[in-house]
């Protein structure tokens, strides 16, 4: 699915705003229909060791927040082409083991945040970037992980992985990363 770029108007800006609310108070109360509820601390797994992994007694690691969040062990992001909400190919595989990996720490609330690269408007790339995070989401979803543990946020252009002017640089921050929900 492509977007078009929006004329920039006032109208528009408006309308990109209210979205973006939108947006944000959508992540804080949750999926339609349930009960606005906060993210309770009590959900943790409670194991505050430092990030070390434990044994479950049966020599493999047990997995827990730290696991999930670890950068090497953990959840991974996944990466759009140019102006796109599409998933591709390699991110559906990606997203697969991430789901995996989401219902073996089954307290983890996680965090989708969209990004886009600095081509375009903000209120453009903060549309992308929500769409991005939005269709990570559904997807997640179709994979058996609960809505209720999912939230997304869009940063736009506003956090680039590498603030490179360039093809390489702008195909890094095109993405979708996982982090704990706070």
């Given at each position: 699915m492509r977007l078009e770029n929006?004329?920039?108007?006032g109208v528009v800006r408006t309308a990109a705003m209210m979205a973006l609310v939108a947006v944000l108070l959508t992540g804080m109360t949750g999926c339609k229909g349930k009960k606005?509820?906060?993210i309770d601390p009590n959900l943790t797994n409670g194991n505050n060791s430092g990030g070390s992994e434990t044994s479950s007694g049966n020599e493999m690691?047990?997995?827990n927040e730290a696991w999930l969040f670890s950068p090497?062990?953990?959840l991974q992001a996944i990466y759009f082409d140019y102006d796109s909400y599409d998933l591709r190919t390699d991110a559906l595989a990606t997203l697969r083991d991430n789901a995996?990996?989401?219902k073996n720490v089954p307290n983890s609330v996680i965090q989708i945040a969209g990004h886009c690269d600095e081509r375009g408007t903000q209120e453009y790339n903060l549309a992308l970037g929500e769409k991005r995070a939005l269709a990570v989401r559904s997807h997640l979803m179709n994979l058996g992980v609960s809505g209720d543990r999912v939230v997304t946020i869009t940063y736009?252009?506003?956090m680039p992985a590498d603030a490179s002017s360039n093809e390489a640089a702008w195909a890094k921050n095109r993405r979708c990363?996982?982090?704990k929900a706070m």
């Open positions: 929006p004329m920039n108007t606005n509820t906060a690691p047990e997995m090497a062990t953990g995996d990996k989401i736009g252009e506003e990363e996982f982090n």
